[in-house]
C-alpha cells in the first residue's frame, strides 16, 4: 500500500512548534508556516481561482495568527485550525462564490447526460496520462463537489472534520460526495463489463 | 474508528466501494497508512473483498495525484518574505485595520510620529557616550583574528574580492577590514565610510557588516553601505535578496535582531546615530527587481485599478495599501513602464484622482474611488 506521509502527522513536533510561536518565537512561525502552506494552498485552490487572492489572504492569515498569538488557545488539530481560518478569511472576502452558490443541478445533470469521450483512451494510457485525466475530470464539479474531494481525498479529512469545516451535515457532506463521485463516473467512463476482461494488477479503477 | 465497529460494516456481503470511501479509517490507511494492521487483518479474514479495496485504494490515489497536481505554484519564500516583513514592521498595527477605519489609522500614524519625535528628542540629551568607533571595532575584532585593511584614498571606486568570492567596492574615502581567513560559523567585515557589497550565498556562514552602531546581516544579496564616522546616519540600502539591520550594543543582548529591521530590495533601513532609532523606507528611486520583460503583463485594458497596483507590487517587491472595494471600482487601461516606481504612481493616480505616501516602506493609496 503506498503511502503519504505528510509533515503535519508529526504530531508531538507540532505541537512544540505551536508552543514555540505562541512565546513569540519567529523561527517556530516560520516552521509552523513551512509545514502549512502547501496544504493551504491546495485547499484554498479551490475556494478561490484567484492566485493573488490566495496568497494575500495566506499573508493576512499568518499575520492574523502572528498578530493574536498571545490569545490563541491551545489547538489539538493546527491543520483544521488554519484551514476553517482561511475558509472565514475568503468567504468574508466575497469576491468568490464558493459560498452562497447552491449546487448547481442542471449542470450536475449535464454531466450525467454528456458521455465524454475521452474515456475511451482509458486503456492505453499511462500513469501520468491517467493522473491528467482524473484531474481534468474533478475540474468538471461543482465548487462545492470539488471542495469536498480535496478536503477528502488529497488532505484525508474525516467526514466529522469535513463536516465542521464547510459547515454541513455528515449527511449532506456523504451526499456531495455520492453527487461527486456520479459526475466522475460519467466523466471517466463505463468500464463494468470491461474490468472483467483486464488482469487484477492493471485494473482501473473507476469501475465504482 | 473503532475496531470492533469497522468489522461489523465491513463484513456486510452488500459492502461496496462507497462504503470503503465513506470510511475514515480507509482513507487514512490508504493516504497515510494509518491502521494498517486492522486492515491487514480485514483482507485476512475477508479474502473475497480483495478486489474491492484494491479498487477503492486505486480510486483514492487516483484522486489524491490529481488534487496533488492540481496545487498552484505558489512562491512559497517570497510569500513567507512578505509575511515576515509584515510581521516584524514596528507599524503592524496600520496593516491590519480594516479601511473603513481609516481615521484610526490616520491617528495611528500621527502617535507613531510622536513617538519617534520624543525618542528622538529624549535620546539626544545623552549622545556621544553611545557611539562605537571603527577603532573600537577593530579592537574588539582583533583578539581572534589577524585583519586586513583597505582603505580607498582615491577618487575612484576600488574593487575587493575576498577568499569567499563576495565582491566588495569601496566607496572614496572609506575603509574596510577583513580577516585573511573567515571563522567557520560566519563571515565578519568592518566598515567606516560608504561600500556596495555582492555577497556570495552560504547559509552556514551569515555575513556580517559592522559599521558604526549597526551590524547588517545577510546569507547572500547585494546591498550598499553608508557609515562615514562623522556622520549623522546610517544607511543601508538594499538592490536584491533580504537583509536584517540591528544595534549594536555595548553589551550584547541575547539576540540583538529581534529588535532589528528585515530589509527587502527597494527598502532602505536608516539609523539616526543620535536619536538610535532605526526605520525603513523606500529607496529614493526605487526600479523594478527584475527587468520587465515581455513575459510579464505590463498592458492592461479596461482592468480594476487593484489589479495595476498588484503587478506594481509585484515588479517593484513594494506593498501597496489601498482601499480594495473603492478601487475595485475604477477600471483604467495603462502601462507599466519600465522606469521608476513614482513615475508609474503618479500616472495611475491622476487616472483614479488619487494620491500615494509611502509609509513605513510601503505605498498608501487615497482615493475617493470612481463611481
Known sequence: MSTFTRAESDLSGELHIWHRFRQGDMQAFQSLYQRHVKSLTSYGHRLTPDRHLLEDAIHDLFIDLWRRKEHLNDADNIRFYLFRALRNRLSRNGRNNVFEQAEDIDGFLDYLVALSSEQQHIDSEGAHARTQRVRHAVESLSDRQKEVINLRFYHGMSLDEISELMGLSKQGVSNLLYKAYAVLRTRLGELTILSLLVPMGEMHAWTL | ?371
Not at chain 2, 462504503?19 to 486492522?38: C, E, K, M, P, R
Not at chain 2, 491487514?40 to 490529481?66: M, T, W, Y
Not at chain 2, 586586513?148 to 569567499?164: F, H, P, S
Open chain 2, 1 to 371: 474508528m473503532c475496531a470492533y465497529h469497522l468489522s461489523l460494516t465491513m463484513n456486510d456481503e452488500s459492502l461496496n466501494i462507497e462504503d470503503l470511501l465513506g470510511n475514515d479509517s480507509f482513507i487514512s490507511w490508504v493516504l497515510q497508512d494509518a491502521d494498517a494492521l486492522l486492515w491487514e487483518e480485514f483482507l485476512r479474514s475477508n479474502p473475497g473483498k480483495k478486489e474491492l479495496v484494491e479498487r477503492a485504494s486505486k480510486i483514492v490515489l487516483d484522486l489524491h495525484r490529481a488534487e496533488q497536481e492540481a496545487v498552484p505554484a505558489i512562491d512559497e519564500q517570497k510569500l513567507w518574505a512578505r509575511i515576515e516583513s509584515t510581521a516584524e514592521s514596528r507599524e503592524e498595527t496600520l496593516l491590519l485595520v480594516k479601511p473603513e477605519r481609516k481615521m484610526f489609522k490616520m491617528l495611528l500614524v500621527a502617535a507613531g510620529v510622536v513617538l519617534i519625535g520624543a525618542l528622538g528628542v529624549f535620546q539626544t540629551m545623552r549622545t556621544d557616550r553611545k557611539r562605537v568607533t571603527y577603532k573600537e571595532l577593530l579592537t574588539h575584532a582583533k583578539v581572534e583574528n589577524q585583519l586586513i585593511e583597505k582603505q580607498n584614498q582615491g577618487n575612484a571606486a576600488m574593487e575587493l574580492r575576498l577568499e569567499d568570492g563576495t565582491v566588495i567596492t569601496l566607496g572614496k574615502n572609506s575603509k574596510l577590514s577583513y580577516p585573511a581567513h573567515f571563522q567557520k560559523r560566519k563571515r565578519e567585515v568592518f566598515l567606516s565610510g560608504e561600500a556596495f557589497f555582492n555577497v556570495i550565498k552560504d547559509p552556514s556562514r551569515p555575513f556580517l557588516v559592522y559599521a558604526n552602531e549597526t551590524v547588517t546581516k545577510v546569507l547572500g544579496t547585494s546591498f550598499e553601505i553608508r557609515a562615514f564616522e562623522n556622520s549623522q546616519d546610517v544607511t543601508v540600502h538594499v538592490r536584491t535578496g533580504r537583509v536584517s539591520v540591528y544595534k549594536q550594543s555595548r553589551i550584547q543582548t541575547d539576540d540583538p535582531e529581534t529588535t532589528g529591521l528585515v530589509l527587502l530590495p527597494n527598502q532602505k533601513g536608516t539609523f539616526n546615530r543620535d536619536s538610535e532609532v532605526l526605520v525603513k523606507n523606500l529607496v529614493e528611486e526605487p526600479l523594478p527587481i527584475a527587468p520587465i520583460t515581455e513575459t510579464k503583463k505590463t498592458r492592461f485594458d479596461e482592468v480594476p485599478a487593484t489589479e495595476v497596483f498588484a503587478e506594481i507590487e509585484k515588479i517593484y517587491g513594494v506593498q501597496i495599501l489601498c482601499d480594495h472595494e473603492l478601487l475595485s471600482k475604477c477600471i483604467i487601461s495603462t502601462s507599466i513602464r519600465n522606469e521608476s516606481l513614482y513615475d508609474n504612481l503618479d500616472v495611475i493616480c491622476r487616472t483614479i484622482g488619487g494620491t500615494y505616501k509611502e509609509i513605513d516602506a510601503q505605498i498608501v493609496i487615497d482615493s475617493k474611488g470612481c463611481f
